[in-house]
């Protein structure tokens, strides 16, 4: 195949199955159920219940992420205009430049990553698709930043990944485990680091006997026993409170109320959604992926997006995205008004609520109530402080976006791979 047809292919790939985690996740269903034997109906009926249930997942994703982001935004707005640029939240320049590499990197890394699998301890398989995409976009943006370039850049992109995607939801397994009580699938997510710190610190500190699920309230607020109202309610007051703080929260033509009414009603919505979407998905892929555990690479789990965790701790979930936002939010303002960091830091919505929330169920697994929180708290003083140096390491590539939706593993190995880019060169 000549180079320019393979590149075709690649990018054919790359866009229609590997950057589409609802095909990807029937696929690997329908791979799993053709080598367990099963019936054409089986694994028709396995592989799209498979991607439906993804794509119910992801639309709740999408609305929670829908929620909150208006006051990211809002915050953007107010402390650094310059951040809401396009090119800031796609970074759309660095994209076009590097997309080949980005891609190739991918590629290889995926090949890297099934070998280490299958002649390796690290049984995993990653399979949390935007993810795929997204770990050899920071790594090539880290081989850049420390002067790769052309072959040397794709395979340190293609090598970084992969022993990321095998290596971190390996570490993670056991805290997993402890929450879900289920040994068939681990965690692939950018939360690793922060999860595991959470861990860590509530197993010290925390105490098993009281639950985040435990909560023990009157018939008149029995409720805030539905996590989907309990949430929608947070959402309400913390569009209040910001809406108060920053007035371009609330869309010309609207007002407060009626705009925090709604936020909060989309976001409970998204939570039944996508609790929903993980039954699903967990229903149709565990007892799938054990064909291709058996007979392709022994022993081997999945490992999936974060918000599967929701599903085991709800409540915690919730717990951990309002004191990781109070948490942050605080330490934000201090580094800002310090000038810490050299440059001017936003709050982080979006890792509060997916990393952070993800880490404070880890922290429930080994520490109930307590470990949760505190757990979270921690996490969350570690999150701005790897904001605030991976934003100085990317300034010539992916700052911007960093500073959206950094602050997690992202950050972390970033700031390390361009460092060992940097030693290279």
Request: aromatic share 10%.
């Amino acid at each position: 195949m000549k180079g320019c047809d393979f590149m075709v292919v690649l990018q054919f790939i790359t866009d229609n199955i590997l950057r589409n985690p609802p095909l990807l996740l029937a696929l690997v269903a329908a791979i799993g159920l053709i080598l367990q034997r099963k019936s054409v109906a089986e694994i028709i009926k396995g592989a799209l219940l498979t991607a439906i249930g993804m794509i119910i997942l992801n639309t709740g994703v999408n609305l929670l992420t829908g929620s909150i982001s208006p006051i990211n935004a809002a915050f953007q707005a107010t402390i650094s205009g310059d951040v809401v640029a396009s090119e800031g939240l796609n970074d759309v320049t660095f994209t076009g430049s590097y997309g080949g590499d980005i891609g190739l990197a991918m590629f290889f890394g995926l090949i890297f990553h099934l070998l280490l699998a299958r002649f390796t301890r690290a049984k995993i398989i990653f399979l949390t698709g935007h993810m795929i995409w997204w770990f050899p976009f920071i790594f090539v943006a880290a081989g850049v930043e420390g002067g790769l370039s052309g072959a040397p850049l794709i395979i340190f992109g293609a090598i970084c990944s992969a022993l990321y995607w095998s290596f971190m939801p390996w570490v993670l397994r056991k805290y997993v485990w402890a929450v879900t009580d289920d040994e068939s699938f681990t965690i692939g997510h950018p939360t690793g680091i922060l999860s595991l710190i959470s861990g860590f610190v509530a197993k010290k500190v925390g105490n098993k006997e009281k639950s985040t699920e435990d909560f023990e309230v009157s018939k008149n607020l029995s409720f805030f026993r539905e996590t989907s109202i309990t949430g929608g309610i947070t959402i309400f007051v913390m569009f209040i409170i910001v809406g108060l703080i920053i007035p371009s929260l609330v869309p010309e033509g609207s007002n407060l109320m009626i705009t925090s009414i709604n936020q909060g009603l989309q976001f409970g919505a998204g939570l039944v959604i996508l609790l929903q979407g993980v039954r699903m998905l967990i229903n149709q892929i565990i007892p799938a992926f054990q064909g291709i555990s058996e007979k392709l690479i022994p022993n081997a789990i999945p490992a999936f997006d974060c918000p599967i965790l929701f599903n085991y701790k709800p409540n915690a979930a919730l717990i951990g995205f309002v004191v990781a936002m109070i948490t942050s939010t605080i330490c934000i303002i201090i580094a800002n008004v310090t000038n810490m960091f050299g440059l001017i830091l936003i709050p982080l919505v979006i890792t509060s609520f997916f990393e952070c929330g993800a880490a404070a169920v880890i922290g429930e697994g080994q520490g109930g109530l307590r470990g949760s929180v505190i757990g979270t708290v921690i996490a969350a003083i570690v999150m701005v402080i790897v904001m605030g140096i991976s934003v100085n390491i990317y300034s010539g590539t992916i700052q911007n976006w960093m500073l959206i939706f950094g602050g997690n593993d992202f950050s972390i190995f970033g700031t390390i791979a361009a460092w060992i880019a940097g030693l290279f060169t």
